[in-house]
C-alpha cells in the first residue's frame, strides 16, 4: 500500500451550544472518526447535514470554524501531526500543502479583484514560485480546467464570468500552490445539473492529471460517485459505513447506506387528465422593468385540479420568472393567466382577497421565508387570522390540527424557526401556504437546500397532502429526480421558451429536441463509469460536429 497522505485517528470535535433560554452546554460534533487517505486518491464524505462532514474536511487542515474545538483524535500529514502544531506551523501547512475549494465561489472570490491575482496569492504568499511561473501555472490550469481563451480569462472579474467558471477558477486556485491534499467542500451543489457535470469532469481530470489528494465532500451519493475511489457515510458525527466505491454503491451494508441509495429511485405515477385547469397560463411574455429584452417569450401551460405540472431548466431559463407573473409580481407584457375559470389581473395590487388566498407559494429557502422573531403558531397563523378572521381557541385548534397534517405534532407551536431543522422548517413552510385553504401552489425549489432523506420526506408529505386537499402544485426545480418523483406533468424551459411541454411520460421519452436530451443525459447516475461515458460520448458528438 501507497504511503498515507492523510491518517485521521479517532477525531473528536466538539463545540458550545446556546439553547434559548437553557445554560449553555457542550455538543460532540464528530465522534471517533478514523481515515485514511493516500495521494493521487479521493475519499468522498457523504451524510445529511450535520453530520460532520465539512467538519471532518476541515479538520485536515487543523481548523474549527465557528467555536468548533478538536479535542481528541490525532491528524497526520505524510507523518507529521498538525492538530497540535504551532500557529506558524499551520500557516505554512493552509494553502500550501492543505487548500479548500468552498461550495459558494461567487461568495469566495473578491468581486474588487481580477481573478488572476486570486488564482495566484496563495502561491506568491508561500514563496512556492515567482509571479510569472505562477501565473504560468494558472493559465495550465485554465486550459486543463476547460475554461474558455485561458491565457486571457485570469484578467475577468468574478461577475464577468458563469457560477460553473467560476466554481473552476476556485479549482485552478486550490491546484495552483501543487498541494498535497485538496478538500472540496459541496463544490457542485449550487450549480445546475448541466453546468455541474462540466465541472465534475474538470475536477476529475485535474486531480489525475496532478496527482494530489483529495477529500470530497457532499450530500449526494451519485454525484460523488463519479469522482471517488473510497467513501465513508457519515451521520450524528460518527461513521455508518466507509469502503470502496463499487461495494457502497452495490452492495451497502447499512440501513442508512441503503436508504441513501434508494431516495433517489422514488417514481411518482402520472394521473390520467381528466381533472380540470385550474391554471392556465396562455402566450404570457414578460419582461423586467428598465431591460430591453424579454425574459419571458409566450409561454403557455395547462395545470390540473389536484396534479403536479414540473418546471425544469437551468438558471436563467425562466422558471422563478413564470412564478413571478403568475403570482401578479412581474406583470406580463403580453398574454392570459387563467385562475379557476377567471383571468387574473396582471397585477398583484388589482387582485382579490380569493385571488390571493387560492394562489399560494413555498419558498426555496425556508430559514428567510419565516420572521425568526415569531413562533411557529405565529407563522401559521398569520394566514388564519387574515383570510378567515379566526381568533382565540379557534385559531389554536386549527393550528394544531395544521401541523398534525406536517407531522409536526404537539409542542411545536410555541418554537422559534431557530429550534428547527431544515425538513421542519420547510415543514412550517407548507403548513402557512395550507392555512389559506388554496387551490394551487406554487413550489419554487423547496427541495433544493435538503438533504436527500429530508427532502424525500418533504415530496411523500406534499403527495399525501395532495391526495387529501386536492390540491394541484406548480413545481419548480431543476432536480430531474424530485420531477420523477412527483410530477404528473412537466414543462422544461430554456431561455425564457417553453421548449418541452406534455405528461411525464412524453416528456421523459425520446425523440428528444437538443436541450432536453442535454439536460436528461446531465443528471448523475448511481453507477459507476458513467460520467467517463458521458463525457466520452459527447466528445464524440462534437467531433462528428
Not at 122 to 134: F, I, M, N, V, Y
Request: glycine share 8%; proline share 4%; net charge neutral.
Amino acid at each position: 500500500m501507497a504511503e498515507a497522505l492523510l491518517e485521521i485517528r479517532d477525531l473528536k470535535i466538539e463545540a458550545t451550544s446556546y439553547p434559548p433560554g437553557e445554560r449553555p452546554r457542550d455538543v460532540v460534533l464528530v465522534d471517533g472518526v478514523s481515515l485514511t487517505l493516500q495521494k493521487g486518491r479521493v475519499l468522498g464524505l457523504i451524510g445529511e447535514s450535520g453530520a460532520g462532514k465539512s467538519t471532518i474536511g476541515l479538520s485536515a487542515m487543523a481548523y474549527g470554524r465557528g467555536g468548533v474545538r478538536l479535542t481528541g483524535g490525532t491528524i497526520r500529514l505524510r507523518g507529521d501531526e498538525i492538530r497540535t502544531a504551532s500557529a506558524a506551523g499551520l500557516r505554512a501547512i493552509r494553502g500550501q500543502r492543505v487548500t479548500y475549494v468552498a461550495q459558494s465561489a461567487a461568495a469566495a472570490f473578491n468581486p474588487a479583484k481580477k481573478l488572476m491575482e486570486q488564482v495566484i496569492e496563495t502561491t506568491l504568499l508561500h514563496g512556492l514560485a515567482s509571479r510569472t511561473e505562477a501565473e504560468a501555472r494558472a493559465v495550465a490550469l485554465f486550459a486543463k480546467l476547460g475554461l474558455p481563451n485561458p491565457d486571457t480569462f485570469g484578467q475577468r472579474f468574478p461577475h464577468q464570468v458563469s457560477g460553473g467558471q467560476l466554481q473552476r477558477a476556485m479549482t485552478a486556485m486550490a491546484l495552483c500552490p501543487k498541494p498535497d491534499l485538496v478538500i472540496f467542500d459541496e463544490p457542485t451543489t449550487a450549480l445546475d445539473v448541466t453546468t455541474q457535470i462540466d465541472v465534475l469532469a474538470a475536477i476529475k481530470e485535474a486531480i489525475r492529471d496532478t496527482g494530489v489528494g483529495a477529500l470530497y465532500i457532499t450530500h449526494d451519493l451519485a454525484v460523488v460517485a463519479q469522482v471517488s475511489d473510497d467513501i465513508m457515510v457519515l451521520r450524528h458525527g460518527k461513521m455508518v459505513e466507509y469502503g470502496s466505491v463499487d461495494q457502497i454503491i452495490n452492495a451497502p451494508r447499512e440501513a442508512y447506506t441503503q436508504a441513501l441509495i434508494s431516495v433517489r429511485q422514488m417514481e411518482h405515477p402520472e394521473k390520467p387528465a381528466e381533472a380540470p385547469v385550474v391554471l392556465s397560463v396562455g402566450q404570457v411574455t414578460a419582461r423586467y422593468r428598465g431591460t430591453h429584452f424579454d425574459v419571458l417569450k409566450n409561454v403557455s401551460v395547462d395545470l390540473r385540479a389536484g396534479q403536479t405540472l414540473a418546471v425544469v431548466g437551468e438558471s436563467g431559463s425562466g422558471k422563478s420568472t413564470l412564478a413571478r407573473a403568475i403570482t401578479g409580481l412581474l406583470p406580463p407584457r403580453s398574454g392570459t393567466i387563467r385562475f379557476a375559470g377567471r383571468e387574473l389581473s396582471r397585477d398583484l395590487a388589482g387582485r382579490s382577497k380569493d385571488d390571493l388566498r387560492e394562489l399560494q407559494m413555498i419558498y426555496q429557502m425556508a430559514d428567510v421565508a419565516m420572521n425568526p422573531r415569531h413562533t411557529v403558531g405565529q407563522i401559521i397563523g398569520r394566514p388564519l387570522e387574515f383570510y378567515f378572521g379566526l381568533k382565540g381557541a379557534a385559531k389554536q385548534t386549527r393550528i394544531q390540527q395544521l401541523l398534525d397534517e406536517i407531522e409536526m405534532g404537539r409542542g411545536f407551536a410555541d418554537r422559534y424557526p431557530a429550534e428547527l431543522s431544515g425538513g421542519q422548517k420547510q415543514r412550517v413552510c407548507i403548513a402557512r401556504a395550507l392555512a389559506a385553504k388554496p387551490r394551487l401552489i406554487i413550489c419554487d425549489e423547496v427541495t433544493s437546500a435538503l438533504d436527500p432523506l429530508v427532502a424525500d420526506g418533504i415530496l411523500k408529505l406534499l403527495l399525501d397532502l395532495q391526495k387529501v386537499e386536492g390540491v394541484a402544485y406548480l413545481f419548480i426545480t431543476h432536480d430531474l429526480a424530485t420531477v420523477k418523483a412527483i410530477a404528473d406533468s412537466i414543462a422544461v424551459m430554456y431561455r425564457g421558451a417553453v421548449v418541452r411541454y406534455g405528461a411525464k411520460s412524453d416528456v421523459l421519452a425520446p425523440p428528444y429536441d437538443d436541450y432536453t436530451d442535454l439536460l436528461l443525459s446531465s443528471v448523475p447516475e448511481m453507477r459507476l463509469g458513467w460520467l467517463e461515458e458521458v463525457i466520452a460520448s459527447r466528445r464524440m458528438e462534437s467531433a462528428g460536429n
